[in-house]
């Protein structure tokens, strides 16, 4: 079958069904991938035969960067710093993580696009976030070439703060800043989600969605698309850690940008050139198999697609 909608990740096309025999799924697979077209998130047991010793490392070598002391059990864990981002630049066992084949492979096929890790972050607690879609944070044109994989380092259960999510909620209207009435350009915030913290709570209301928390055990992993809305459950009893990694990616042929600072609708984009993990080097945005100028990063792309636009009616 031809690929009507290369523009949408092969898992949140609207022709996923019929589509599905085309993509070379094993059994594990077609239920990964169904999970993710019908909930936004997907459970599996993270592929690494070596995974045990790694988590030993990784809480050994991150430890004391967290500034609390994780050998009193009755010490506050909340209480030190929160997160390490990008810890893959000095922890191979981080980068191991974020760079795993098989996930990567799994990813491709899921999406129809290569993927590449440009961010870890890790976690001795839960982080007690509020909801909210990675969507504000980084996104693509075309929309939907990111997602999330997170980890459970330790098992995870209702008083150490799991991870929540409100199922189905990435099939949603992605709240941008024209939506909610607001200017992101060049502006500054203190959290770049605040700002559309009531349509979220708002759709979610409208929607009659209830979250659900993960109770997740020891190395299983969850993917989520990018718009679908999670979070950090209360952290019950702040003497109990919950170890946890997240790798963030994105897909080859895609422009990548924050659309907290962006404007789209003018063109102005907050660009990024996120760095691949996998081989440190910075990945410039293309669109439709061509880059897109890189000289002047916060450059109106509407310049750009105009002229693609002109050379494709020709």
């Known amino acids: 079958m031809p690929q009507i909608f290369p523009g949408l990740p092969a898992v949140e096309a609207p022709l996923f069904e019929p589509a599905a025999p085309e993509y070379g799924l094993t059994g594990q697979e077609q239920a990964i991938a169904r999970s993710l077209h019908e909930?936004?998130?997907?459970?599996?047991?993270?592929?690494?035969?070596?995974?045990?010793?790694?988590?030993?490392?990784?809480k050994t070598r991150l430890g004391p960067h967290f500034q609390v002391d994780f050998s009193d059990a009755e010490s506050d864990k909340t209480a030190g710093l929160g997160r390490i981002q990008d810890a893959w630049q000095f922890d191979e066992d981080v980068r191991?993580?974020?760079?795993?084949?098989?996930?990567?492979?799994?990813?491709?096929?899921?999406?129809?696009?290569?993927?590449?890790?440009?961010?870890?972050?890790?976690?001795?607690?839960?982080?007690?976030?509020?909801?909210?879609?990675d969507s504000v944070h980084f996104s693509s044109?075309?929309?939907?070439?990111?997602?999330?994989?997170?980890l459970a380092m330790e098992d995870t259960g209702p008083d150490n703060g799991p991870l929540f999510y409100v199922p189905g909620s990435h099939r949603w209207p992605i709240v941008t800043n024209a939506m909610i009435g607001r200017r992101g350009y060049g502006g500054q915030l203190p959290s770049a989600q605040d700002p559309y913290g009531p349509a979220w709570q708002a759709l979610c209301e409208a929607h009659g969605a209830q979250a659900e928390q993960f109770h997740a055990r020891k190395g299983q992993a969850l993917i989520?698309?990018?718009?679908?809305?999670?979070?950090?459950?209360?952290?019950?009893?702040?003497?109990?850690?919950?170890?946890?990694?997240?790798?963030?990616?994105?897909?080859?042929?895609?422009?990548?940008?924050?659309?907290?600072?962006?404007d789209e609708a003018l063109?102005?984009?907050?660009?990024?050139?996120?760095?691949?993990?996998?081989?440190?080097?910075?990945?410039?945005?293309?669109?439709?198999?061509?880059?897109?100028?890189?000289?002047?990063?916060?450059?109106?792309?509407?310049?750009?697609?105009?002229?693609?636009?002109?050379?494709?009616?020709?």
């Open 96 to 133: 191991a993580i974020a760079t795993n084949e098989a996930v990567i492979a799994l990813l491709s096929k899921l999406y129809g696009r290569d993927p590449f890790p440009f961010q870890t972050l890790n976690f001795p607690v839960g982080t007690q976030q509020g909801i909210h879609s």
């Open 39 to 58: 909930r936004g998130f997907a459970l599996f047991d993270f592929p690494d035969t070596q995974l045990d010793a790694r988590i030993d490392r990784i």
């Open 224 to 262: 989520w698309c990018a718009n679908l809305l999670h979070g950090g459950s209360s952290v019950r009893d702040p003497r109990r850690t919950r170890w946890s990694q997240v790798t963030h990616y994105y897909f080859d042929d895609c422009i990548y940008y924050t659309p907290a600072f962006s």
């Open 267 to 314: 063109g102005r984009l907050d660009r990024r050139s996120p760095v691949d993990i996998r081989d440190g080097r910075p990945r410039q945005g293309r669109y439709l198999g061509e880059q897109v100028d890189e000289t002047s990063p916060r450059r109106p792309v509407a310049g750009f697609l105009g002229r693609l636009r002109s050379r494709l009616r020709r």
């Open 141 to 150: 044109l075309p929309e939907r070439f990111m997602c999330g994989i997170w």
